[in-house]
Nanobody
Framework: QVQLKESGGGSVQAGGSLRLSCVAS??????????MGWFRQAPEKEREGVAF???????RYADSVKGRFTISKDNAKNTVYLEMNNLKPEDTALYYC?????????????WGQGTQVTVSS
């Protein structure tokens, strides 16, 4: 059974930083070839892909977070991180970790429950 567990969310003031973590277990990709991504959804807005990292550690970011957010992973711990710096009020959202075979998947197959990030001005 695939499980993704996010942590690290919280409330910060604008300009602050947070580090999100997502621990994965039970992944069905025995060859180690998969993508882990971070998505976010703010109230009354569509879900947005924020950052992605594949098995080769290639990364991709939404334009809105480039230069401020960094995605990384620790394969030994099956953990993906999202370092968020210079946070803005518009970064406020529920942040989800997700996994799929490819970072270009239209709909990622496995999702965590989410962790809330709130940025105040």
């Amino acid at each position: 059974q695939v499980q993704l567990k996010e942590s690290g969310g919280g409330s910060v003031q604008a300009g602050g930083s947070l580090r999100l973590s997502c621990v994965a277990s039970g992944l069905p990709y025995s060859d180690g070839e998969y993508c882990m991504g971070w998505f976010r959804q703010a109230p009354e807005k569509e879900r947005e892909g924020v950052a992605f990292i594949d098995s080769a550690s290639s990364t991709r970011y939404a334009d809105s977070v480039k230069g401020r957010f960094t995605i990384s992973k620790d394969n030994a711990k099956n953990t993906v991180y999202l370092e968020m710096n210079n946070l803005k009020p518009e970064d406020t959202a529920l942040y989800y970790c997700a996994v799929d075979r490819t970072c270009w998947a239209v709909n990622f197959g496995y999702w965590g429950q989410g962790t809330q990030v709130t940025v105040s001005s």
